[in-house]
Structure formats: structure tokens, C-alpha cells
Nanobody, 122 residues
Framework: QVQLVESGGGSVQTGGSLRLSCAAS????????VGWFRQAPGKEREFVAA????????YYADSVKGRFAISRDNAKKTVYLQMNSLKPEDTAVYSC???????????????WGQGTQVTVSS
């Protein structure tokens, strides 16, 4: 069993930065790929970024490539999402998930956090 808790959300202006954290408990977390997803009001959940178990492979949605960076510290059982050059369209609830077999498909993940709100104002 894996429990995930996100933190680091907040409100920033366009061009600002935030770093989200996804802290995990559970012995098997370090074996899992971890993904970040987001959902804006009235929209479907969308893939943002993912990282494999070792941190050696990363994946990004085109909309965030070059602005966001995902990383992990397995000793701390934490995955990070550094978000730079934020835009109003990045406003959403961001959730991390673990255990995905297809890293960009949310329905393949077994464990989810509760989400953290990110609001970007113009």
C-alpha cells in the first residue's frame, strides 16, 4: 500500500514559479513510476509529467515541456514538480499518482494523492 500527499500549491502571478512535492509512505514506492496530473474546472484530467522508478527517465506533456521539471529523491520517498514560467492556463488541481503501467494514462495508476491547488493569475 502506498499513500501520497501533495504539497506546495498556491497562487502566483504569470511567469512565477512553484515547486510541488509528492511525499509517499509505503515500502514499495521506490519501485514505482510516478506521474503528475492536473484537472481544471470543467475539464478532463490531463497528464503533466512522469518519472520512472530510478529517476532516469522523464516524460512531459507538450504543454509544459521546457517549463516544468520532474525529479525524485527515493531516499526521501518524494517526487517533485518544479514549475517555472507559469501561465494562467496552468491553473488546476495537481495530483500525483504512483504505480502507472502507462505513465501518461491516469487510469493505469494504482495510488493517488488528494491534490493541491495551483492558481496562476494574469
Amino acid at each position: 500500500q502506498v499513500q501520497l500527499v501533495e504539497s506546495g500549491g498556491g497562487s502566483v502571478q504569470t511567469g512565477g514559479s512553484l515547486r510541488l512535492s509528492c511525499a509517499a509512505s509505503g515500502r514499495t514506492f521506490n519501485n514505482y513510476a510516478v506521474g503528475w496530473f492536473r484537472q481544471a474546472p470543467g475539464k478532463e484530467r490531463e497528464f503533466v509529467a512522469a518519472i520512472n522508478w530510478s529517476g532516469g527517465l522523464t516524460y512531459y506533456a507538450d504543454s509544459v515541456k521546457g517549463r516544468f521539471a520532474i525529479s525524485r529523491d527515493n531516499a526521501k520517498k518524494t517526487v517533485y514538480l518544479q514549475m517555472n514560467s507559469l501561465k494562467p492556463e496552468d491553473t488546476a488541481v495537481y495530483s500525483c499518482a504512483a504505480g502507472g503501467t502507462n505513465v501518461s494514462k491516469g487510469n493505469t495508476y494504482n495510488y493517488w494523492g488528494q491534490g493541491t491547488q495551483v492558481t496562476v493569475s494574469s
